[in-house]
């Protein structure tokens, strides 16, 4: 269904009537949804108008998925929304680890090329990082990007 949605246009802030016609909800379940779910908290300005910001808008389509094309009741989507939002947690730090350990292994890939081009530090022996492991976790930090990637729609 999110493929019938029109794109989201590069603004800082949406209205509600916006948001309405982004993601095919009516105001009103806007405003009851962002009871429901505290994921939602639109910014209020003056006369109570609520502004949305982009991940917001993002919120919104992954609800609605889950509520109208998935079957979830209310509860239902907010369980699996904590879930989601827990596995994405896990992954972006996952994600973060494995740009570290990408970091660190082509540093240690320098400074051992460095050595062995070095005539007096030949006797040293450090050892290589494996350029297969690198490459092991390059792809599976692709691999993580990618499902992120998918569950962030």
Request: with cysteine; hydrophobic share 35%.
């Amino acid at each position: 269904m999110d493929s019938l949605l029109p794109a989201i246009p590069a603004k800082r802030y949406f209205t509600i009537g916006e948001v309405g016609e982004l993601c095919g909800v009516k105001p009103h379940v806007l405003r009851y949804w962002e009871q429901e779910f505290t994921q939602l908290r639109p910014v209020k300005r003056r006369g109570n108008r609520r502004y949305y910001q982009r991940h917001e808008v993002m919120m919104i389509r992954r609800i609605r998925g889950l509520l109208y094309d998935q079957g979830f009741t209310i509860s239902g989507a907010r369980n699996k929304l904590m879930e989601l939002t827990q596995s994405e947690r896990q992954l972006m730090r996952s994600g973060a680890f494995l740009d570290e350990m990408l970091e660190d292994n082509s540093a240690e890939m320098e400074a051992s090329a460095d050595l062995s081009q070095d005539d007096d530090a030949k006797h040293l022996e450090t050892p290589r990082p494996s350029l297969a492991g690198l490459e092991s976790g390059f792809s599976v930090h692709q691999e993580l990007l990618q499902i992120r990637a998918l569950l962030t729609v």
